[in-house]
């Protein structure tokens, strides 16, 4: 009887050893490729041969630091599900400091594998790719990674996707930045092939195609856009925003605006079908919602395309990506509060009119701001209304809506902030 306990405790414990907790690998410019490597201590020096030392479900924190040179290119899971992150992905300082250069010497990452949506890339930058051939920083070929919070810039393809080809991948792309990439042929951004992807809150700009689809080129497949700005982008040809050959697609939520190529912001061949709704595409467009204004995007300095944030301008309250801190314009941009009204607002700052805005900020905690701060109903103007309401949550509120001034709870200090606003009306 004793042997049989013993032989049940070695079996549970190899089954719970083969079941324990996914291991997380660290990579730092400082460290050395070791077997036995890989800790917070004694992190890897390539992120290939942590790649190579990972198992499926497993996580590899990229250090900040420019990674350049053998093993830090044409990198590939080999079809692991891996998170491959960042040391703060949330921090666009981070991810500015966490570099893949392949310095003209092939891109970024492969995924070749099958690797599936739980392979995930997480706020890193890559630029400096090059690939005689498709997908200057990132490929995918039957293989769906998760792609976000990325800003793949300056790399190069000599035929399609510039920075991202996709070909049979249903690759979900979001919350990136997507510039200044060249495609010799199409997709100077993104071009995906008989696939279906999906883009979302990302920022496509400033990149250029010789031949179609300068921002995002849909070839014998389908495309679902949510919530993106696409800008600025040149194309020799057809679609200087957005291309399909013999795809469909679906804008939502979505800015085009500024791009040049002969078919204007949104070009297809007869075969292909697109619907556009909520939208702001320069020219117009038909379909539910759509405008064709002027999006104000906040410039930083001139005129260049390379000095665009692409954050909505606001009197009410508007990111600063310079300074970190809200700041006010004398303008609102008309793609505030213009999206679909269907589309979760939740996360978008206060004050806001109860709709998501259009663009790639919309739906985000960088949301431009609309709206008076004490117009707690969002009715259009601040009255008794609002006062009952600030009166519902006296000495209660600490974090939301109804404490003015962002201190403690609601006092005397947030009904003095209310009286400023009182009567106040669009």
């Known amino acids: 009887m004793e042997r049989i306990i013993i032989s ?33 201590e004694a992190p890897f020096l390539t992120i290939q041969y942590a790649l190579d030392a990972a198992s499926d479900g497993d996580s590899i924190i990229i250090r900040p630091g420019t990674y350049t040179g053998a093993g830090n290119y044409d990198l590939t899971p080999r079809g692991k599900n891996l998170y491959i992150h960042s040391i703060d992905p949330a921090d666009p300082t981070v991810v500015a400091s966490t570099i893949i250069n392949p310095s003209a010497a092939g891109r970024g990452f492969a995924f070749v594998d099958g690797e599936s949506a739980a392979c995930t890339l997480d706020g890193l930058t890559i630029t400096g790719g090059r690939r005689e051939g498709s997908g200057g920083a990132i490929y995918c ?31 979900v792309i979001q919350q990136s930045v997507i510039t200044a990439n060249t495609a010799n042929a199409d997709g100077g951004g993104i071009e995906g092939q008989h696939g279906a992807f999906t883009l979302v809150n990302c920022l496509i700009c400033g990149n250029t195609a010789n031949g179609q689809g300068a921002g995002v080129d849909v070839v014998s497949g389908s495309a679902d856009v949510v919530n993106c700005t696409i800008a600025h982008n040149l194309a020799t040809y057809g679609g200087g ?20 190529g002969m078919n204007g912001q949104i070009g297809m061949n007869p075969t292909s079908a697109v619907t556009v709704s909520f939208s702001n595409v320069q020219n117009g467009y038909a379909g539910e919602g759509n405008i064709d204004s002027d999006p104000l995007f906040v410039g930083l300095e001139g005129s260049q395309t390379s000095y665009y944030d692409y ?21 609102t941009s008309p793609c505030i509060d213009a999206g679909d009204p269907a589309t979760d607002y939740g996360v978008e700052p206060w004050p806001h009119g109860g709709r998501v805005n259009m663009g790639a900020f ?65």
């Not at 925003?241 to 040049?260: A, D, E, P």
Request: aromatic share 10%.
């Open 8 to 40: 049940l405790l070695i079996v549970i414990s190899c089954v719970l050893c083969a079941h324990g907790a996914a291991a997380v690998f660290y990579v730092d410019p400082a460290g050395i490729d070791q077997v036995g490597g890989g800790s917070a």
């Open 241 to 260: 925003g957005l291309y399909l050959w013999g795809s469909t697609g679906r804008v939502k939520n979505c800015i085009i605006w500024g791009n040049t």
């Open 362 to 426: 919309g739906a985000t905690t960088q949301a431009s701001m609309n709206g008076n701060p004490a117009d707690f109903n969002i009715d259009g103007v601040v009255d008794w209304r609002d006062a009952s309401a600030l009166a519902e949550h006296w000495l209660r509120d600490q974090a939301g809506i109804y404490n003015l001034d962002g201190v403690g709870r609601v006092d005397m200090k947030d009904v003095a902030i209310f009286v400023q606003h009182w009567r106040w009306h669009k």
């Open 141 to 171: 070929l039957d293989s769906s990674p998760t792609i976000m919070r990325c800003v793949l810039a300056a790399n190069t393809a000599t035929l399609h996707g510039g920075a991202i080809f996709l070909y049979r991948s249903n690759a």
């Open 311 to 331: 954050h909505l301008a606001s009197a009410w309250g508007r990111y600063d990506v310079l300074t970190g801190q809200w700041v006010h314009d004398v303008v």
